[in-house]
């Protein structure tokens, strides 16, 4: 299944207790990049969050949001850090001796305002029973997101099966083109030939001229080059029919297909053939713009 790798989810759980919302938005990337917020408390989740996600989007640059609210009324206390205390006592007292001043009264209030002598409490709850209302809020941005990747992705798949299609169609047309540039550089050669010998009243050696094409036709013989370009199409369609990401493989076919393409520009030495590589070029740069939004 083609897979974009953009795209938004959304999903909650909510009962009278809790309520969890996550958030995940994902663009594309060349690895598996998870990047997750998520609140102190549930910190210790933040691996499983991790997996849960990763199991399921192959690639792409992730971000996660996880928000949650507790309407659970909880017991807190409130700790007294007597040590801390009695050494602020104590610090006042060294103070007081080396200014050589007498201490006056200091009350409990003004210990208690140094920090972390008062410490707020409150009881936590076992993170095993919050995991499996949090999962189900991930399972439905994750469904949301798949969604929206999986309709994008069908977008690009008819999109590229049009641009391979033309591909192969601007191959068969150099192939078809081929004998003709052949033919095409013998008139141009027997012409010079006469130019040049009229001069001197002479004529054109046929054994030469059909020498000098022969040698031309074979190094710009571009069969070999477009039978793996057919070959390198099939492969890409094929790939494009797979099941699982198949973005990174599109992206290697892809670059083979372009070497070929550069090959035959290089050995058509002739204006029409010219005119159809610069056009199956650019539909080759349309197709590694798409790919790069493949999963």
């Not at 008139?187 to 046929?206: F, G, K, T």
Request: aromatic content about 4%; proline content about 2%; overall charge negative.
């Amino acid at each position: 299944m083609f897979k974009s790798m953009t795209g938004f989810g959304r999903g909650e759980y909510h009962d009278k207790d809790h309520r969890f919302t996550v958030e995940i938005r994902a663009v594309n990337h060349r690895f598996n990049d998870i990047v997750i917020k998520i609140p102190k408390n549930l910190s210790a989740l933040e691996d499983r969050v991790r997996k849960s996600i990763a199991g399921t989007l192959a690639r792409g640059r992730i971000d996660v949001v996880v928000t949650a609210d507790d309407y659970l009324e909880r017991q807190r206390r409130v700790r007294v850090d007597k040590g801390l205390a009695c050494a602020y006592f104590s610090a006042l007292k060294d103070v007081a001796d080396a200014c050589g001043i007498d201490i006056q009264v200091v009350n409990a209030y003004d210990i208690a305002k140094f920090p972390d002598v008062l410490k707020t409490e409150e009881t936590s709850e076992d993170l095993e029973t919050l995991w499996p209302k949090l999962a189900e809020a991930i399972d439905k941005a994750l469904g949301s997101l798949l969604e929206m990747r999986i309709a994008e992705g069908e977008n690009i798949h008819r999109d590229l099966s049009a641009r391979i299609k033309a591909i192969r169609g601007l191959g068969a047309a150099i192939a078809l083109r081929a004998p003709a540039i052949v033919e095409a550089y013998r008139e141009r050669l027997r012409e010079r030939c006469r130019e040049i010998l009229s001069e001197v009243n002479a004529l054109p050696d046929e054994a030469r001229l059909l020498q000098e094409v022969a040698i031309m036709a074979d190094r710009t013989n571009i069969t070999e080059e477009l039978v793996r370009l057919e070959s390198h199409l099939d492969q890409f369609a094929q790939a494009m029919q797979g099941e699982a990401a198949v973005g990174r493989k599109l992206d290697f076919i892809l670059q083979e297909l372009n070497r070929e393409a550069n090959t035959i520009g290089s050995k058509s030495n002739d204006m029409a053939a010219g005119a159809l590589m610069v056009e199956m070029k650019s539909e080759i740069e349309k197709v590694r713009e798409q790919i790069q939004n493949i999963e």
